[in-house]
């Protein structure tokens, strides 16, 4: 059994009644006491009146402590779970490559967001999404002849927004010239409402003038859809 100098358990004692905790104490006296001696000493001493408020803010700390140990956990985690994601996928999105691929996936993308123009002999394409956008001009020119003069936009947007900060916005995003460019929609609808979303840059319509292309894609999706019903 370990003994203890009448001065460490003394001096131990002085400190628990000035409301030090336990671990306090072990650090001043350098030596590890195990939690039920120091009970045996303590237990006819009276804490301060501050020491609950002490232990209460001392909690509040190492829960704080906890808390930002965990999210910094969880980003790791997170991060390591992103990584091997990225990893599965990287040989499967480099099968884009393929021009086969590439139409299934353009066939797919015009499915759920092209539209056929009042011309039969054209087809447009909307979004918002800037990534979108590309995607579709990219995937475009990698399965087709791309011809940029078949090519024409039209910015549509709201009421209070900057219509010149916008046409800019889509030529950049593009590369497409400003004369192949429609004068811009305003939804009168939203006249007098502000615009909540601070980062939306409308829509941009794409109309690609090619009967061929608009009607090759018509087929494949309706041909990629019979293969899987």
Known sequence: MQRYTHQIIEKARELRSLGKTYTEIKLTLQADIPKST?????????LPEYYRQKIIDLNGVHLSKVR???????????????????EMNIPVAQT?????????ALAMLCLGEASKSGHSSSFYFGNSDPKTIVLFLELLKACYNFDLKKVRCTVQCRADQDIQALEKFWRETTSIPKELFYKTRVDKRTIGKATKKSNYKGVLRIDYFDYNVRYELESLASLVYNQLT
């Open 68 to 86: 930002y140990l965990a999210r910094e956990a969880n980003k790791i985690r997170r991060e390591q779970y992103l990584k091997k994601i990225n």
């Open 96 to 104: 884009i490559l393929n021009k086969n691929t590439a139409k299934i």
């Open 38 to 46: 120091f009970s045996s000493w303590f237990k006819d001493i009276k």
